[in-house]
């Protein structure tokens, strides 16, 4: 598949309202999620971890999996959010509000969860999904 795909959906939550969203490439999601992990890094210098037993946690499944991300990847945890919200988000129904970074940063959580999930999702469809 190649990105840059789109699709109109509804905002589940908001009646009345859509997005038309577009799935992103795999250069930009690497991109997204390095700048996630740099941004994670950051948060925890100076915090005395044993990293050590966090990974036999891991490993052992021992941890909460909304502290670890545990959807399959697809999470704020893994990607940056603002920049797959501002790659993804192509339009809106939002009258007299044009897509721009900006105005992007002042949806609420809910809706610029969802649309975030749904941008990953389309992204990253499972191979059996395209055959289809």
Do not use: C
């Not at 950051?42 to 545990?70: C, M, N």
């Amino acid at each position: 598949m190649i990105a840059g795909q789109q699709k109109r959906l509804a905002v589940p939550h908001e009646e009345g309202a859509e997005f038309i969203l577009r799935s992103l490439g795999h250069k930009l999601l690497r991109d997204a999620q390095q700048k996630q992990i740099r941004t994670a890094m950051d948060e925890v210098k100076g915090i005395d971890i044993d990293f050590a037993a966090l990974q036999e946690a891991v490993k052992a499944g021992d941890l909460d999996k909304s502290v670890t991300g545990g959807n399959d990847g697809a999470s704020e945890y893994t990607y940056d959010m603002d920049m797959v919200l501002e790659a993804g988000i192509v339009g809106w129904s939002y009258e007299g509000v044009e897509v721009t970074p900006a105005n992007i940063s002042l949806l609420d959580p809910e809706t610029a969860k969802w649309a975030f999930e749904a941008i990953v999702d389309m992204s990253r469809r499972k191979v059996a999904e395209r055959k289809a």
